[in-house]
């Protein structure tokens, strides 16, 4: 068996091991030391927010049962895509790969932020009131099959070594669980972690109600884009503390916090009210 085969035989358990093993260091750090105090019952918003990643995680296997690895098992079969015809040493094709498809993510993060349609599904991801580990996977899982969608365009065009796809897909779970982490880190190892992955206190300006702030730092893994496209934003106008997070439209646990209430979010309110101006649409929600 080759390093290929042996990946693709195995690459449930091994994204699952990421996963189970990175989530549990997160969730101790969590507790040991802690950035911001929660605002609403973690019981609750573990239990809702994890239920709804099973619930996504179900739902993908169902609709896509290969997933994106399958996609690029199959794309190399077929001779689809850009690193299919090139001679590159694999280890180049497996590093640029990698650094593409982050890219295209973060365009997909710009995206759902910019067109009002696609930010019904991502404010699900947004509208949690409190910011820790399982905000790194709540998704509306309509959310889930587009950013599935979209990997399977990409790997049809770039045609990626499969190791990449699952290099990728693991480093994006566990740097996504780690940037939602509600942990302190000492400021200067942000300072320079933060040139090489995106760090918690970088990702959390992106939760903020505010809308400048929102449309800001949308990377979840290489931080480089947001700096090269002018989304860069180093740290809240209030504080890590006393910032607020979530958005301004769902302040109540029913549409936050409850499973059934985050499933709902996208079909909650006209789309060219929202469209408007976010902020307004809020003050007249809640007042
Ligand atoms: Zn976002
Ligand atoms: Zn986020």
Partial sequence: M??????????????LGFFFGIFA?????EIVSPRRYLRT??????????GLVFF?????????PAAAVGMAVFASEQGWGLFNYSDAPIWVAVLASVVIMDFFIWLQHVMVHAVPLLWRLHRVHHADLDYDVTTGARFH?????????????????????VVAVVIFEVLLNATAMFNHGNVRLPKNLDRYLRLIVVTPDMHRVHHSVEDDE????????????????????????????????????????????????????PF????????INRRQWGDEHEH
């Fill in 214 to 265: 929102t449309n800001s730092n949308f990377g979840f893994n290489l931080p480089w884009w947001d700096r090269l496209f002018g989304t860069y934003r180093a740290q809240p106008r209030a504080g890590h503390e006393a910032m607020t997070i979530g958005i301004h439209t769902f302040r109540e646990d029913k549409w936050c916090s409850w499973l059934p209430g985050m499933l709902a979010i």
């Fill in 41 to 50: 019952s973690k019981v609750i918003r573990w239990g809702n927010n994890l």
């Fill in 25 to 29: 260091a997160m969730a101790l750090w």
């Fill in 2 to 15: 080759d390093f290929n085969e042996f990946i693709l035989a195995n690459e449930v358990p091994i994204r």
């Fill in 268 to 275: 909650v309110g006209k789309v060219q009210d929202y469209a």
């Fill in 141 to 161: 899982p309509l959310e889930i099959l587009l950013s599935m969608l979209i990997k399977f365009a990409v790997i049809m065009l770039l045609g990626p070594p």
């Fill in 56 to 64: 996504n995680s179900f739902i993908l296997r169902l609709v896509f």
